[in-house]
């Protein structure tokens, strides 16, 4: 984006002498106030994402500026030049020690070191922060929306990681543990996930979304991915980051989402057949479970959820198949035993390398698909007492 420095009209007067004209001091595009202290270097450098991949990723953008903060704290960019109308970058600052300007410190949201912007052509910045809480303490002078739109991000996420923190500290029993922390932390992506469904502002819905899963994993909320890339399809189809988005939420790489007919796979049963799937599917409601012995929230959800729910519904249209990923056929069927799951089950005993497991596009265990009397996936991966219940209040 190339930024023109708003200059003063130069202002001729007619009057009974000669006047010299005046002109007004360029206005930088990006200035303000960082307030700093000894650990920190006295410089704040401006990143930008090439990539959709690379938005928020660290050590990832190209770095392309950077300016130096005075011992007053004010600081200025006097010769940033951009193609673009509008370019979402990142502003960052660095402890002393660290040769990467690029570094994106991200463990504690209120205490990372860097906060994206967006730059309008046209448009002045003027920010205030302090260097050690630089993303927390950031403020704009007047923002535009997308500006706006991204502080209002960074507030959203901010308290959503602090509940999360407060959460964690409950006491947990070990078997449970796992998807306590799933379950945690599915609570607070969806503060993010909730504003980028919200937002008018492209470039803060694109925060959100790596902000979601900075590592690009979305084997749990594909629903989600794919929901942003039609609707930024719709609003900017044309834009990079659009375009790279919609390549990531692409339906054939995806898992298997709510709405989509489970693949109709062979399962080989314990009792030695082989049955295609939708053969088993239950008059009303599937639950297809993925499962594994050595899975220990998977047994603990076998004996506290799935036997009560078995004995209560398996008369009134329920039926569970239970897959598991075990490569040992004795500790399989002694599992079964134990917990006294006596639904269908069925195996590969392939382990980690399930057909089943890469016809699904999944790599993670517990994991489970609620399907309709077609096949069709209506919920997944509930557990607890949200899977108990969906269950009786679908069949009841």
Known sequence: MKVLYPLLSLMAFSLTMTVPSCKAQPQHPLSG?????DDWKPFVYLVKPRHFNEI????????????AIAADGSFSFQNLSFSEEKILLTLAVQKKGNRFANHLADEMPSAANYMPIVLTKGDTLELQ???????????????LEDNQALMELRDARIIAHKNLLLAADKDVDADSLLMEKE???????????????GTESLEAALVAIRWVSPNGDYERMPEFLHGQCAKWHR????????IELCDAADKKILPVMIGDVIPDFIMPLVTGDTV????????????????????????????????????TFKKKGLQIVAYSIDSNDSAWKAAITKDGATWTHASHLSGDATPFMEALRITTIPANY????????IAKNLHGVELSDFVKQYLE
């Open 56 to 67: 928020v990723a660290d050590y990832l953008c190209q770095v392309v500026d950077s300016a």
């Open 235 to 242: 609003v900017q189809p044309y834009h990079p980051f659009t």
């Open 183 to 197: 379950d945690m932390y599915i609570r607070y992506t969806k503060v993010m996930r909730d504003f980028a469904d």
């Open 129 to 143: 922060a302090n260097v050690s809480n630089f993303q927390r303490t950031f403020t704009l002078e007047n923002p």
């Open 276 to 311: 295609r799937l939708h053969l088993l599917l239950g008059k009303q409601l599937t639950l297809v479970d993925i499962w594994a012995s050595w899975c220990a929230p998977c047994r603990k959800e076998n004996r506290e959820i799935l036997v009560p729910l078995w004995s």
């Open 370 to 377: 609620i399907l309709d009397g077609e096949g069709k996936i």
């Open 33 to 37: 106030h960082i307030e700093t202290d």
